[in-house]
Nanobody, 120 residues
Framework: QVQLVESGGGLVQAGGSLRLSCAASGSIFRINSMGWYRQAPGKSRELVAAITSGGSTNYADSVKGRFTISRDNDKNTVYLQMNSLKPEDTAVYSC??????????????WGQGTQVTVSS
């Protein structure tokens, strides 16, 4: 059984920083890409950032230059460092991972979501 457990959300003032973490555990053969989505009230879910197993990254235009995604492959953990936060970054942030629990089976797994609230 594979699980993703997130931590690091909370309330911060505009201009502040937060760091989200997401650790994958359980029966894991290999992890390909990992990343973060967010969904604000009344809005559709959007990809915030993603990172491949080799370290290639991509970001939503709205967070480029402010957010940094990284991962520790030994710990099966992905991080999202969020700086210069804006009220419009307020959302539930969910991590995902493209995981092979065995050599022959692959699926996407999701964390439980963590609330990030940025006050003006």
């Amino acid at each position: 059984q594979v699980q993703l457990v997130e931590s690091g959300g909370g309330l911060v003032q505009a201009g502040g920083s937060l760091r989200l973490s997401c650790a994958a555990s359980g029966s894991i053969f290999r992890i390909n890409s990992m990343g973060w989505y967010r969904q604000a009230p009344g809005k559709s879910r959007e990809l915030v950032a993603a990172i491949t197993s080799g370290g290639s990254t991509n970001y939503a235009d709205s967070v480029k230059g402010r957010f940094t995604i990284s991962r520790d492959n030994d710990k099966n953990t992905v991080y999202l460092q969020m700086n210069s936060l804006k009220p419009e970054d307020t959302a539930v942030y969910s991590c995902y991972a493209d995981i092979f629990p065995s050599r022959w089976f692959q699926r996407d797994y999701w964390g439980q979501g963590t609330q990030v609230t940025v006050s003006s």
